[in-house]
């Protein structure tokens, strides 16, 4: 197995590097069959070490053309093996059905039954060109594994490869065994609620990676790391930006100040926060660092010099409205959040080059004109359409958040955890992803590395358990997901 690599492909994209590589190593599609079937079947021994019954579940394809070597590799070796065949062998056709006489030949056992119970069960019923709702003798299949117990091929069965939208029916797994190159539907949507313990073969061929087009790349700890540099030992405040939030309506003071104390934490030199004067006393009690500005009905904001994030608590009254009327007027760096994006979506407006939109699904349904389900179907979809519609740099929150640039760019995340899905999440991501604007990265690097520290922070105070976890738990594990390991050896 190797660590997980940077680059991320759609399904066309897999079969064409494979396509590729074959042609010139001069080998078989059926080679490469052989491999995945053998990494397999490593894999399952280290994953079930006490395992003796195996369950293999074929589907009529290449998924499960790796199902039927991973099994003869097994029988050979005495394990008790049985194929459960979605189709008749003489109904497969090519690489599939070579694996299967092969299987056969060697004294292997097969029926078109679902399996009764077993040590480990072996998802390959459908590989990464299948999408779509479980029916019929496949969902029968599919529904007899014990998901503690198995282990997928690829992608289990029914997630769509290149949106991480999973059918009906699609079974969980133990660990997820993928081949050649990461696909995006592993990482997004439900894909990491689906793949259990993501692993990677890439079959030889990730000398292959370069040149070959991509559909993502996963946010790494080395970029992240490249990026956010060691500070100066003759720095000072003012080398690190000025963040300006606003938002905290009448009694929504929370999410303004959450999002306030996510920029002084993720670094940046000054903070302050603009709110109704009511929250003041409780701002500065919070966190005394930070300066407060109490905003009037008709008070006139000074915006230059500064990064503003706007939205946490901000209402989608008059008082809101001019606020985001005056920051769009001024041309400065700006973070939307919450009430920011719902104003947006009711409102056309003209938006700075600079800006960084941060919607959840719901928020991002509202952008499109779309549903929350349109949007999960398609997530990388939704993403880039934001950014292409907006101009901007589009923030898709969830399991495995996206970040989309208005050029094409797509990076996703694959760290975080459930734990963070609770209020106030979103208002300290929007803090962290102004601080590093201020602190000079570019509005695409702020919005992927800060989703990265985020991320890196809910998965620090989820050592405590996920349950139960809150905005301020991320609060306190900014400063050490922002200052990366690698900067003590620098």
Known sequence: MQSRPEEVFSSAQIRALEQTACAQLGIELYALMERAGESAWVALQKLFPQARSIAVLAGAGNNGGDGWVLARLAHTQGYAVRVHA??????????????AR?????????????PGR?????????????????????????????????????VPSGLCADSGWAGEGTPRARATLCFVGLKLGLLTGAGPGLVGELLVDDLGLASFYAGSATLAKRITEQAFSAALKPRSRVANKGNFGHVLAIGGDHGMGGAISLCGQAAQRAGAGLVTIATRAEHVSALLAACPEIQTLALADDTQLKLAKRVVVIGPGLGQGAWGRQLLAQCLNAGAPLVMDADALNLLAAHAMELPHDTVLTPHPGEAARLLGSSVAAIERDRPKAAREIAQRYGCVA????????VASATGELNVCDRGNPGMASGGSGDVLAGVIAAFLAQGLKPFDAARFGVFAHASAGDLAARSGERGMNARDLLENLREAVNPVAFAND
């Open 86 to 99: 979605l189709l008749e062998i003489d109904v497969l056709t090519g690489d599939a059905a070579r694996a």
């Open 102 to 114: 092969a299987f056969l030949d060697a004294g292997g056992e097969q029926t078109l039954e679902p």
């Open 118 to 154: 077993a040590d480990v069960y072996v998802d390959a019923l459908l590989g990464i060109g299948a999408r779509g709702d479980l029916s019929g003798r496949l969902l029968k299949l599919a529904g007899s594994m014990i998901p503690a117990r198995t282990l997928a091929l690829d």
């Open 395 to 402: 923030v898709l929150k969830g399991a495995g958040t996206l």
